[in-house]
């Protein structure tokens, strides 16, 4: 299901998210919509929205905003890398063989072979790694075809009954690497725009993508950020306060 919140701040939408749901914050997934700051006449907030497959018990049902969202997506997971538990590469139960078997079937179908193993677990999450010489190919452009990939891993885990389980994809260190270029890029952006005291419109992203690029901005007390457009990859605004 899909939930839109809003709070003065982005810890407090997500705290307002977790009390109403009834959910964990590491059952859903927070994509942030639009930030403003404070000033002298109007009061700062983030508006997010909300993506899980867990039953909201907390919530009513004239509550929800949207409809069941596909799984398994870039989603906030990702950011969570640095607390995850990273050991043996090497499956550990039936569930983890299957996976493992899976993904490397699935590339090499694809004409891309290689080797995947585990890259770390955490609780409600598994992170693979795929090991090939055609990585570039299985990464593609800004992520994409390891997006795809994901997605399809975190559908077979569905129907092997984890549905509460996420599957992360990684390869060649992609997802760090793809964070430090994004954070420089909002900064870069911010920059631009508070010379020219206009706007400048992303490129279409995935979810944790722009959420990256809200983050990293939220500090800057004359930019604010704004997501746009329809479906998964949407664009992220960035504006000069005042400009919009």
Do not use: C
């Amino acid at each position: 299901m899909v939930y839109e919140f809003e709070g003065r701040t982005e810890k407090e939408a997500i705290d307002r998210a977790a009390e109403e749901l009834g959910l964990q914050k590491d059952d859903f997934d927070v994509e942030i919509l639009e930030t403003q700051r404070s000033g002298l006449f109007k009061k700062g907030y983030v508006k997010i929205k909300v993506h899980t497959n867990q039953h909201a018990g907390g919530l009513n049902n004239d509550v929800a905003s949207g409809s069941r969202t596909e799984r398994g997506g870039n989603g906030s997971a990702e950011g969570q890398l640095s607390r995850a538990i990273f050991g043996d590469p090497d499956p550990k139960n039936e569930f983890e063989e299957k996976m493992i078997a899976f993904m490397e079937g699935l590339i090499e179908r694809m004409a891309y072979p290689g080797k995947v193993s585990v890259l770390f677990r955490e609780d409600r999450k598994l992170g693979l790694k795929v090991e090939s010489e055609h990585s570039s190919i299985l990464i593609g452009k800004k992520g994409k075809n390891l997006d795809a990939l994901q997605l399809l891993a975190n559908i077979y885990a569905g129907r092997l009954g984890k549905e509460d389980m996420r599957i992360i994809l990684d390869s060649e260190n992609y997802r760090i690497r793809r964070e430090e270029s994004l954070v420089r890029l909002a900064y870069t952006v911010a920059d631009r725009v508070r010379e020219n005291r206009g706007s400048i419109l992303l490129e279409p992203m995935n979810p944790f993508d722009r959420r990256l690029i809200h983050t990293t901005l939220n500090d800057i007390s004359d930019v604010e950020t704004k997501s746009e457009g329809e479906g998964l990859y949407k664009q992220v605004r960035v504006y000069f306060r005042g400009a919009r």
